[in-house]
């Protein structure tokens, strides 16, 4: 498997524009994760999927943010506007169980870097 | 407030030296405790994690866990430059989630 594949890799957009993030995960993983990371808060969990479905968007900072998992090998994170703070790292994750207390691991995907200026 | 403290560092350490890498947590009910590194631009992996109090070793790896002083560590024998990154720790409380600590970033000179 190809690991859980993030696009864009990098993207630059100007403030008040749409931006959405794509995730594939893990063929096989029913559990999906998307994390911010920065230097100010560190690596946040922002929302997470089970077989699909949102269990916990607690994380999702402010209504501007969605995130939809229409079938288990497709995510989307959309942050519509986009604002400066928005600029971050935004990393997808996936696992095969609610994460490492059963004894599983998530993958990350490779992350996509997102400047709003 | 679930809370992960580490050190920022920079943490330097020689070539061969050992890497002592610290986190406390602030919640008494979490179970599981994670580190991860993560290289400069990539996406965090994970190195092991640890459920009990006492020590965990994996290769040049040893996990320490002190639940009484709500307390996790690493430790890294024979640090190699190729060790150098950021470490994050995280804790989880049974079933949910993890919550990251900060990250230590650790340098190994040559």
């Known amino acids: 498997d190809a690991g859980v594949i993030q696009s864009p890799r990098h993207e630059v957009t100007e403030m008040g524009q749409e931006v959405t993030l794509r995730c594939k995960p893990i063929?096989?993983?029913?559990?999906l994760f998307w994390y911010r990371q920065t230097m100010m808060r560190g690596l946040e969990l922002l929302i997470y999927?089970?077989?699909?479905?949102?269990?916990?968007d607690s994380g999702m900072p402010e209504d501007r943010f969605s995130a939809k998992m229409p079938n288990a090998s497709f995510s989307t994170l959309k942050i519509q506007p986009s604002e400066p703070r928005d600029s971050a790292v935004y990393f997808c994750?996936?696992?095969?169980?609610?994460?490492?207390?059963?004894?599983?691991?998530?993958?990350f995907g490779q992350g996509t870097r997102l400047t709003v200026v | 407030q679930k809370e992960v403290e580490q050190n920022s560092g920079p943490l330097s350490v020689p070539e061969g030296a050992i890497a002592s890498l610290n986190c406390t947590y602030s919640?008494?009910?979490?179970?599981?405790f994670f580190w991860y590194r993560q290289y400069s631009g990539k996406s965090p992996e994970l190195i092991m994690f640890?459920?009990?109090?006492g020590d965990k070793e994996d290769g040049r790896f040893t996990a320490q866990l002190n639940k009484a002083s709500q307390y996790v560590s690493l430790l890294i024998r024979d640090s190699q430059p190729s060790d150098s990154a950021t470490y994050l720790c995280?804790?989880?409380?049974?079933?949910?989630?993890?919550?990251f600590g900060k990250g230590t970033m650790l340098l190994v000179s040559p």
């Open positions: 994750a996936s696992s095969s169980g609610l994460t490492f207390v059963m004894n599983t691991e998530a993958f």
């Open positions: 063929s096989g993983h029913d559990y």
């Open positions: 999927f089970n077989n699909n479905v949102p269990i916990d």
């Open positions: 919640d008494r009910g979490s179970q599981s």
């Open positions: 640890i459920y009990s109090n």
């Open positions: 995280a804790v989880n409380r049974g079933y949910s989630t993890l919550t």
